[in-house]
């Protein structure tokens, strides 16, 4: 009988676990693995609520091998892997840069050198579409450029996807799928878990959810000079639950797969470019709080605007994004409202 194991780096973090209950909801065994250094203990917590029983976790370093090789024997077979540990912050990297190239090359080393010893068959790459950089043309295909990277955190993308596929053109075997993910936003319906930033959040939605519940003061739009509608930048907004259902497609559509040693690269997006004047109003639309914001400068590494060409992951994978924005901005505030010091 084949394993439903499934191993989940940053298994407690954002995106880790909101795709951890899809694994669960579709029949499989995650096993997570997180050093909790982004991420809160109190996540598993909501986990175990929302599936009904504890989940397996193992608080470590993914850079430490010895630690991982513990976690893959004592677990027993694994069918797969799911690699979400990283530093995932485009400001904090250019201010923090040798941490994360150390942290995020460093664990999806140590991860696939463990997954290869202990014969783990798939890997699922939390990738990100800041590797395209600033595109020539939008929407962005998996054909368009690698640009010259933005960021730092830009960069350790990039780096990582090219190890991967000079592994498998070794013909390690090894089936990879790397996911380019746009910009994921919302939190689970129940309220049990949703985006925890540790610290000043980086993101848009976090910093637009804490502005209306009272925690800080208008958002910091960084520039409205940019060459878009509004003047401000655009991204492709994703929920995170249609973003964590992309996984389970993709652990589905590899063990579809004969061969030994494959890798493939999809965009999971929506296709649609969001400004950041819109996002603001798309949560008033949502939950009818009023948010103040106010114009500052550009911020390095932001590139102006990116928005996703789904048709291939769509043919591929059988997969769209189905929740709106404004769906998205709902959880997230029935989230946001569920943690201390929120201004009701």
């Given amino acids: 009988m084949s394993s439903n194991k499934i191993l989940v780096t940053g298994g407690a973090g954002y995106i880790g676990s909101h795709t951890v209950v899809q694994l669960v909801e579709n029949g ?11 991420s809160n203990a ?10 009904g029983r504890p989940l397996r976790c193992h608080a470590l370093d993914c850079r430490d091998r010895s630690a991982l090789r513990r976690v893959f024997a004592q677990e027993g077979p694994m069918a797969g892997v799911i690699h979400f540990a990283a530093s995932k912050a485009v400001g904090e990297s250019q201010a923090k840069p ?3 190239y150390s942290n995020n090359l460093g664990s999806l080393l140590a991860v696939v050198e463990v997954m ?16 395209y950089g600033q595109p020539a043309s939008l929407p962005v295909t998996e054909a368009t450029p690698i640009a010259p990277p933005a960021s730092v955190y830009g960069a350790t993308k990039q780096m990582c996807e090219q190890i991967l596929f000079d592994l498998v053109a070794s013909r390690a075997p090894v089936r990879v799928m790397l996911l380019r993910y746009f910009n994921p936003i919302g939190a689970h319906p129940s309220a ?5 930033p540790l610290g000043e959040p980086q993101n848009l939605a976090p910093i637009i959810l804490q502005s209306a519940a009272g925690l800080r003061g208008p958002v910091q739009i960084f520039g409205d000079d940019w060459s878009t509608p509004d003047g401000t930048c655009i991204r492709d907004y994703i929920h995170v639950l249609d973003l964590a259902e992309a996984h389970v497609r993709a652990l589905a559509w590899m063990k579809q797969e004969a061969r030994n040693s494959l890798i493939e690269v999809l965009n999971v997006g929506t296709g649609r470019g969001t400004s950041v004047r819109e996002a603001i109003g798309a949560f008033e ?7 103040s ?3 500052g400068p550009r911020r390095e590494g932001d590139i102006e605007q990116i928005f996703a060409s789904v048709e291939k992951s769509t043919r591929v994978l059988d997969w769209r994004a189905s929740r709106t924005l404004e769906d998205a901005m709902r959880d997230a505030w029935r989230w946001q409202l569920t943690l201390p010091n929120v201004a009701r």
Wanted: charged share 15%; proline share 5%.
């Fill in 28 to 38: 499989f065994e995650p096993v997570l693995v997180d050093d909790f250094s982004n």
């Fill in 42 to 51: 109190s996540v598993l917590d909501g986990l175990a609520a929302i599936c």
């Fill in 98 to 100: 040798l941490h994360y």
């Fill in 116 to 131: 290869l010893e202990f014969q783990v068959p798939e890997l699922v790459f939390s990738s990100s579409c800041t590797v």
């Fill in 192 to 196: 049990r878990i949703g985006e925890l």
């Fill in 285 to 291: 639309c949502a939950t009818g709080q009023p948010v």
């Fill in 293 to 295: 914001s106010r114009v």
